[in-house]
């Protein structure tokens, strides 16, 4: 059984920095990649960055780049999002994904794969 568990949202101010991290426990192994999703009220859940650990490879949509940055440690199945110059809209719950596999669009991930509960991130104007 993996476990992801994420920390570090909470309720910050426009154009603030918020750091989460996601931490995998439990029955780990090495991931191919890890990813943030975030799904905010009434809306699906959207891809936000990936990281894949064998060649450093990143991906970002397009709302976050240049403002979050994805970064971790494959040793230790663990990944961090440093969000900067936060905006309302980025307010939601942010997800982390592992997989296992190798998909060839670095923002799919399937519902098979290991997520996480979320962390409410929050951003008042």
């Known amino acids: 059984q993996v476990q992801l568990v994420e920390s570090g949202g909470g309720l910050v101010q426009a154009g603030g920095s918020l750091r989460l991290s996601c931490a995998a426990s439990g029955r780990t192994f090495r991931f191919y990649a890890m990813a943030w999703f975030r799904q905010a009220p009434g809306k699906e859940r959207e891809f936000v960055a990936a990281i894949r650990w064998r060649d450093g490879s990143t991906g970002y949509a397009d709302s976050v780049k240049g403002r979050f940055t994805i970064s971790g440690d494959n040793a230790k199945n663990t990944v961090y999002l440093q969000m900067n110059s936060l905006k309302p809209d980025d307010t939601a719950v942010y997800y982390c994904?592992?997989?296992?596999?190798?998909?060839?669009?670095?923002?799919?991930?399937?519902?098979?794969?290991?997520w996480g509960q979320g962390t409410q991130v929050t951003v008042s104007s």
């Open positions: 994904a592992a997989t296992k596999l190798y998909y060839s669009d670095i923002s799919y991930y399937s519902r098979d794969d290991y």
